[in-house]
């Protein structure tokens, strides 16, 4: 999905989306030859690859966007090593997932009522871009800066503004209770003993806003153990549920099938778990 951190020191750095049309220069990826990524990370990288943009409509363009456009490369905030990790894994190949918007969005977003949303690990851009194309103030996150700058050109192609954030999400320092919708689809988030990336999320969320999380169904934990792969050092739907109080209520919290995408990593998978939470104060 995640080099250097440029800038200032993190507790000084101010939550500053990058615009494609405003930067420019070209996406790279990072030599991993001296990257080390934590363990845990390392094993979900080493799975096969989570998530995809899911199947159903508004395509972004097959293949690498044009060379002209811009990129939203610019400091990124967060582990290095992360970044260098899913910076090969994109360069790897010309177009990782589908093009297509996540179908879990697509379902639970077409009936509310566009505003602000925050694309949780945007990927190459189908869900940022179909949101956009909907009339959303499209806010989209991702660790990979060659991700990112495909992302950026999608949206370019298109004629759509996104604010661009080259940062991990817990190392963002996003505003707080800002998004009317906060999606985070297939996340490789790695849980930890505070819950620092389910706070994040919920943190996100404006009152009356929905946070919309989106999962694999059906993950088999004594094969995954077998192949060096713990599910429970992941964040999943049911640990983001464990922290809500009386401020939220849950609307959808159900396992469905996918609508299979025709192509792209994680195509394979045949149910989601879905879960959406709405703020209420």
């Not at 817990?170 to 998004?179: N, Q, R, V």
């Not at 159900?254 to 990593?265: L, N, T």
């Amino acid at each position: 999905m995640q080099a250097h951190n440029e800038g200032p020191p993190r507790a000084h750095r101010s939550w500053e989306p990058f615009r494609a049309a405003a930067v420019a220069g070209e996406g790279h990826a990072i030599p991993m030859r001296d990257a080390v990524l934590p363990d845990r990370q390392q094993k979900w990288c080493d799975r096969d690859v989570v998530g995809d943009r899911g199947p159903v409509t508004n395509d972004i363009a097959a293949g690498s966007p044009a060379s002209d456009t811009p990129s939203p490369i610019g400091a990124y905030i967060g582990d290095p090593a992360l970044r260098a990790e899913w910076d090969r894994r994109y360069a790897d190949r010309t177009q990782l997932w589908s093009g297509r918007p996540n179908g879990a969005l697509v379902a639970e977003a077409t009936g509310l009522t566009p505003g602000r949303v925050l694309d949780v690990g945007c990927g190459e851009g189908a869900d940022a871009v179909w949101l956009a194309r909907a009339g959303w103030d499209v806010t989209a996150l991702e660790v990979s800066g060659v991700a990112l700058a495909r992302a950026a050109g999608h949206a370019h192609d298109a004629g759509l503004t996104v604010h661009w954030v080259h940062a991990a999400l817990t190392e963002a320092a996003l505003p707080p209770a800002s998004f009317d919708l906060v999606s985070a689809q297939y996340p490789a988030l790695l849980r930890t003993p505070d819950a620092a990336a389910e706070r994040v999320l919920l943190a996100a969320v404006a009152p009356g806003g929905v946070l919309l999380f989106v999962h694999h169904a059906g993950v088999d934990a004594k094969q995954a153990q077998e192949n060096g792969f713990d599910p429970a050092d992941y964040v999943w739907p049911s640990t983001v549920t464990e922290l809500l109080d009386g401020d939220w209520e849950v609307e959808v919290d159900e396992q469905r099938p996918r609508v299979a995408p025709d192509g792209g990593a994680g195509a394979h998978h045949a149910d989601d778990l879905v879960l959406r939470v709405r703020r209420l104060r």
